[in-house]
């Protein structure tokens, strides 16, 4: 090989491998962008001076582009969904991905129109690298947004009617039935399910996971009885179920806050758990394990769900194309089936 043959230029892949950080961090110390700590920045720094690196001036001016933010916006109509244990251990999972790429966490809430048109603008106007969209509902403007959105934006949860290229999610039908075979495997045949809201696609799947595993049996699924995933919706379908089917046996609850709230409806008309009525629930929350009786529940990796979003979503940004995740479930046997 000839000595005058022009030398390869290192990348900004190779930069980032010798400072031992991420691609995205590696452009932002470049760019000076904030949100990047010192020992970071100077790592790559030192990369830099030992690789005899020259940022590309086309990759430099988009690099710049960067706010060194990714956001996670939630459908829906409470400002205290932020603190629903569920959403609480997603924004766990999620902060510390993010926080391993040094990008700051931004929680939008799209609870009326108008926060719908705010998470909208702030997905057209590249407000931050890159955004997480949870708890869609059926029709919900922000899939069309999302699709037009000028940067990576990665679905929790499958929307209702359309698969995302990017999403991450748990193996609702697998987990319901699971949940269902249970109540079955006790000999049980008046089986009913809470469901969660069907215009979700969790609300959905976890009723088909249901209705698979009663028609697998050879039984009729009740019809379903629909709640939104809160404690008082749970009781309210349980009330509405002893009214409707006194003889019923057990109960699937899509949630463990509405399974929390059955058992507080069985308990006010007299009905022993599980002597009278089993109860399954699902999500694994802390307060499956204090209900009384502790409850039986299909457990989630809720944790898992926010972190696996964000580092999808930290590869999107990097320039990486990541496949969608399905995360599984299974069964934890406690008392109350």
Request: proline share 7%; glycine share 8%.
């Amino acid at each position: 090989m000839s000595e005058d043959a022009p030398r390869r230029r290192p990348t900004l892949d190779e930069v980032a491998e010798r400072a031992g950080v991420s691609r995205s961090v590696a452009s932002r110390a470049l760019n000076n962008a904030p949100h990047v700590s010192r020992a970071k920045r100077e790592a790559v720094e030192r990369a830099v001076r030992q690789l005899g690196y020259v940022p590309n001036p086309t990759a430099r001016a988009l690099a710049t582009r960067q706010t060194g933010a990714a956001a996670l916006v939630v459908s829906g109509e409470d400002p205290s969904i932020f603190a629903d244990p569920f959403f609480a251990q997603v924004i766990v999972g999620a902060s510390a991905a993010l926080e391993e790429a040094d990008l700051h966490l931004m929680l939008c809430l799209a609870a009326s129109d108008r926060g719908r048109k705010r998470v909208a603008e702030l997905l057209r106007s590249r407000g931050a690298d890159g955004a997480m969209l949870m708890a869609l509902r059926e029709d919900d403007p922000l899939t069309r947004v999302a699709e037009e959105a000028q940067m990576p934006v990665v679905f929790g949860g499958r929307p209702v009617g359309t698969t995302p290229r990017w999403y991450v999610d748990v193996d609702n039908v697998g987990g319901a039935r699971k949940a269902t075979e249970h109540l079955l495997s006790r000999g049980l045949t008046r089986v009913a399910a809470i469901c969660g809201r069907l215009d979700t696609e969790a609300g959905r799947a976890r009723y088909r996971g249901y209705r698979d595993a009663m028609l697998a049996a050879g039984l009729d699924p009740f019809p379903p009885r629909e709640g939104d995933f809160t404690e008082p919706s749970g009781a309210a379908a349980m009330a509405a179920l002893l009214a409707n089917h006194p003889d019923v046996e057990g109960v699937f609850a899509a949630g463990d806050n509405m399974a929390v709230g059955a058992l507080r409806t069985l308990r006010k008309a007299g009905r022993q758990v599980p002597a009278d009525v089993a109860v399954v629930g699902f999500d694994d929350l802390a307060v499956a394990r204090i209900a009384d009786p502790p409850l039986t529940t299909v457990h989630q990796p809720i944790e898992a769900l926010g972190r696996e979003m964000a580092r999808m979503l930290v590869a999107l940004v990097n320039g990486q194309d990541p496949t969608a995740l399905i995360l599984p479930t299974r069964l934890v046997v406690r008392s109350s089936a």
